[in-house]
């Protein structure tokens, strides 16, 4: 039973657009959530997170969005640069728990 | 450059040996964390530490012995493994348990087992 799904496994952006990676769940009590990036040979890098009480949460050129109605969050890098290539994995955790449970990650390429 | 480090970032063992894993961070967090990654699957966790005590294990087989020596330290002693058990081995830390603050990983030990 996957709790968290990450539908695109791949996607493919020019440097300069928006990337726009996408995130399910269907465990109603998660209520922390987080991004990370994960580049070959190295550990996940944390991004960013939001709390289920804010629908939007930014830091620089990173911003993710929850939508808690329709159990879907969002990662909007902005503009993409070729060092965000990588695999993107979104988490999620129940409330004050330390369980994270991981999607299965997007690949995300920025070509020139 | 990562501020937890796991040793050793390779080990390649046979069914019948015994090694360990090794994690350390100097952040000063309390809550530490082993996950197992298998190839093209996303990170699974299997124990959690909460100030130097065991919170949570996610029903791992017994050849899997988890130590925290003290607060800064994490190990994980392995003991006739399973072909099976080959993946990467993540480590991770937080401020505190209960607290919704991200988890900081290392890079990983990748087990190979013969």
């Known amino acids: 039973d996957q709790q968290v799904k990450q539908n695109s496994p791949s996607l493919s952006v020019q440097e300069g657009r928006i990337s726009i990676l996408n995130c399910d769940y269907t465990?109603?009590?998660?209520?922390?959530f987080l991004w990370y990036k994960k580049y070959p040979a190295e550990g996940p890098t944390f991004l960013i997170s939001?709390?289920?009480?804010?629908d939007k949460n930014e830091d620089g050129r990173f911003t993710v969005f929850l939508n808690k109605s329709a159990k879907h969050l969002s990662l909007h890098i902005v503009p993409s640069q070729p060092g965000d290539s990588a695999v993107y994995f979104c988490?999620?955790?129940?409330?004050?728990?330390?369980?994270?449970?991981f999607g299965t990650g997007t690949r995300l390429q920025v070509f020139p | 450059d990562t501020e937890v480090t796991q040793t050793p970032k390779h080990l390649v063992m046979g069914m019948t040996n015994k090694k360990s894993l090794k994690c350390e961070q100097h952040?000063?967090?309390?809550?530490m964390y082993w996950y197992k990654q298998k190839a093209k699957k996303p990170p699974e966790l299997m124990f959690v530490?909460?100030?130097?005590?065991?919170?949570i294990n996610e029903s791992v087989p017994s050849r899997f012995s988890p130590e925290c020596p003290n607060s800064s330290l994490l190990n994980l002693h392995l003991h006739a493994l399973q072909p099976e058990d080959s993946a990467l081995y993540l480590c991770?830390?937080?401020?505190?348990?209960?607290?919704?603050?991200?988890?900081?990983f290392g890079d990983g030990t990748r087990l190979s087992i013969l």
């Open positions: 939001i709390s289920s009480i804010k």
């Open positions: 952040m000063g967090h309390r809550a």
């Open positions: 465990n109603s009590m998660f209520d922390y």
């Open positions: 988490a999620a955790s129940p409330l004050r728990s330390d369980k994270l449970i």
């Open positions: 991770a830390s937080s401020p505190r348990i209960d607290s919704n603050q991200p988890q900081h």
């Open positions: 530490y909460s100030y130097e005590k065991l919170s």
